[in-house]
């Protein structure tokens, strides 16, 4: 399997288990938004404090029910709220759209649970509200956001491991370097896996044997050479100490008779025929030919 093969499933396997962490872990945090958001308590907490601040707006700009258009305004930085104001049985605002007084007539607005109407002063009146709001939308958002962020960071974290994977090995792998060139070539390189990196670690074992091989050999023939080398100096010896002793005899005058001294002038070509088989078989043995010479 090449690298780039495993570098595609390595980022494929990632981004699965991440797709799978971001739906599995939206679905729990917004299980528990919704548990949360539609408790009662919860909704009637968040729809009192909403009401709070709709009359303390009512309040500072002096609004009645003349001029409820001026409730716009603070419904436009509260967007997702919505409510809708009674007066006597009617209705009289509605967040939704603006409408006169022949519309709010006409308009069929459904009716709500009475524990859903909260009490508000309009100028010198006491009128009803209805309200509801998305209060769950920003814990929605905030989910959405956590939980991309968090499978982002589980998709790099995933795929850090995987490539750290690979350079562990290449650390290993020159780690392996550092003691086949200390000289230690019975060390065997660590393969791991089937890729490109794993060829080349099984491509150093191969040059590894190959090489302690061919020192093998040379170490073998190094050794035969010396033996070969000891084994003909022995036999030079020999014929040195013939030729020797019949050249003294030749000097000395121990071939005192013309017979000897043939006798001697032979024996001395059969010595110099001796050594020059052995220096011949020399010459081969390492590699020369006394012919070049």
């Known amino acids: 399997m090449s690298l780039y093969l495993e ?134 958002m905030v989910a959405l956001i956590f939980s991309i962020i968090v499978s982002f960071l589980f998709f790099f974290v995933l795929t850090l491991l995987g490539v750290r994977r690979k350079i562990l090995y290449l650390n290993q792998l020159s780690r392996d370097i550092e003691i086949l060139e200390g000289g230690n070539l019975g060390y065997e390189v660590f393969v791991q896996g089937n890729d490109e990196i794993s060829d080349l670690a099984v491509g150093l074992n191969s040059m590894r044997v190959s090489f302690k091989k061919q020192i093998e050999e040379v170490e073998c023939l190094t050794r035969a050479n010396q033996e070969m080398v000891t084994e003909i100096s022995h036999d030079l010896r020999t014929p040195l100490t013939s030729v020797k002793a019949y050249v003294e005899g030749l000097r000395d005058g121990i071939a005192n008779t013309e017979e000897k001294r043939q006798r001697y002038y032979n024996a001395l070509r059969i010595r110099a025929a001796d050594l020059e088989t052995l220096i011949d078989n020399l010459s081969v043995f390492s590699g020369f030919d006394r012919g070049e010479y």
């Open 7 to 140: 570098l595609f499933l390595l980022l494929f396997l990632a981004g699965m288990l991440s797709l799978l962490f971001f739906v599995g872990s939206r679905f729990v945090i917004e299980q528990q938004i919704d548990r949360y958001y539609q408790n009662r308590n919860s909704v009637q907490k968040y729809n009192e404090k909403y009401i709070s601040l709709l009359q303390n707006y009512i309040t500072e700009q002096g609004i009645s029910t003349i001029d409820l258009w001026k409730l716009d305004e603070w419904m436009n930085n509260h967007r997702l709220i919505y409510i809708q104001i009674k007066k006597d049985d009617e209705w009289i605002y509605s967040s939704d759209f603006a409408m006169d007084e022949e519309q709010a007539n006409d308009y069929d607005f459904p009716s709500y649970p009475s524990d859903s109407y909260y009490d508000i002063e309009l100028g010198d009146e006491t009128v009803q509200v209805f309200i509801i709001g998305m209060y769950s939308f920003n814990a929605y």
